[in-house]
């Protein structure tokens, strides 16, 4: 039977590190207030002088993971690619990736799931694989979220929060009746809560997607956040999931290694964690480094957590978990091969 295995991962993040320090004069906060909130101790940011898109930073992730895998560009049968911030707004930035690799007709899918892209994209390329669709999939999560923040004190509780980053991987399709890979999927979406986190324009339900009084006049064109609400259904949705995704996978919270949430807040992290009442240690928090890079997160920290040697080993479960814009949310257990 066909298993859907991570052959390998990479990461890539911009050139400019940006500290809570950096934000205090321009957004009117403190490291303190930062820190304290959401445990965030410096992002990532593309240099502003340069034009830097999510398929830029995909890329450089992509050659990473492809070198891992031992596989060639031409390998790759089908690309999926999730992302919030595409480079422009069509065609979709799976496209200008495969361009950027050289590719001429191989398939490429853009997910657009927010904080769950990374979820749903690997939920696809698992069935892509299992139903034969696919075998070699190029998945990759990327953001350039700096050039569309309000960097004004009016947008600082959303400004603080987010960073730019991308992280690939190579899932393969392998058959084995061994209990390993992608063993269940979870996804959910509630589509009422669009309102608590969205960026309107450029919107197609307007006479025209944006003009000049609309950018100059409004804060329509930035990411809007009822963050008290979204940290509470965070709460809610991440340990249903949690227990959702273990029931489907028959099994229990004791047999996972490690969690890697999504990396909106360490707060929320630690407060599922106890809900969960599991040690902190068997979370993987990274957002002290990275912010949030929302369908880069889990998979940068993927990388991060094999590279420091927590998990990777064969047998070693895993569990990825995330809420975010939609709302979105889901669970995905995977075993090591
Ligand atoms: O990945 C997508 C999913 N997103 C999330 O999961 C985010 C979930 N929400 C959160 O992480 C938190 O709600 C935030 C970090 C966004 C905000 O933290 P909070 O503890 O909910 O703060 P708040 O928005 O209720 O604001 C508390 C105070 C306010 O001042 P007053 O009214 O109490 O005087 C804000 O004006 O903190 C103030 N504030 C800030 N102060 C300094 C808001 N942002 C900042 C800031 N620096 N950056």
């Not at 445990?39 to 930073?57: M, N």
């Not at 040690?279 to 880069?296: C, E, L, P, R």
């Not at 940068?300 to 979105?328: H, N, P, R, Y």
């Amino acid at each position: 039977m066909k298993k859907s295995i991570i052959r390998s991962t990479g990461r890539a993040l911009p050139s400019r590190v940006v500290t809570n320090d950096d934000l205090v004069e321009l957004l009117d906060t403190s490291d303190e207030w930062i820190k304290q909130r959401t445990g965030i101790e410096q992002r990532y940011w593309v240099p502003e002088d340069q034009e830097i898109g999510a398929s830029d930073l995909g890329f450089d992730a992509s050659l990473i993971a492809l070198d891992r895998a031992g596989w060639t560009p031409e390998d790759i049968d089908f690309i999926i690619f999730a992302t919030l911030s595409p480079d422009i707004f069509f065609p979709g930035s799976g496209c200008l990736l495969q361009d950027k690799l050289g590719l001429r007709s191989t398939p490429a899918l853009d997910i657009r799931q927010q904080c769950t892209g990374f979820l749903y994209g690997l939920a696809t390329a698992d069935s892509y694989i299992k139903s034969g669709l696919a075998s070699k999939i190029l998945l990759v999560g990327a953001e350039v979220h700096s050039t569309g923040l309000d960097k004004t004190p009016r947008g600082r509780d959303v400004s603080v929060i987010f960073g730019d980053g991308a992280a690939a991987l190579c899932v393969e399709g392998v058959d084995t009746d061994e209990n390993i890979g992608v063993i269940a999927s979870c996804l959910h979406a509630d589509g009422k809560q669009a309102d608590l986190l969205f960026a309107e324009l450029p919107a197609s339900r307007l006479p025209e997607r944006i003009t000049v009084d609309l950018i100059q006049n409004s804060t329509r064109h930035y990411a809007s956040m009822n963050g008290r609400a979204v940290f509470k259904n965070a709460l809610k949705k991440l340990p249903e999931v949690t227990k959702e995704t273990l029931e489907k996978a028959n099994m229990k919270l004791e047999d996972v290694d490690l969690i890697i949430p999504h990396q909106a807040n360490l707060r929320i992290n630690q407060a599922y964690c106890d809900i969960l009442k599991l040690d902190q240690s068997k979370m993987f928090n990274n957002i002290q480094k990275y912010g949030n890079t929302t369908a880069a997160t889990i998979p940068l920290a993927l990388d991060e957590a094999m590279e420091q040697g927590l998990i990777g080993k064969k047998g070693d479960v895993v569990m990825f978990t995330s809420l975010g814009a939609g709302l979105t949310w889901g669970g995905i257990l995977y075993i090591f091969p």
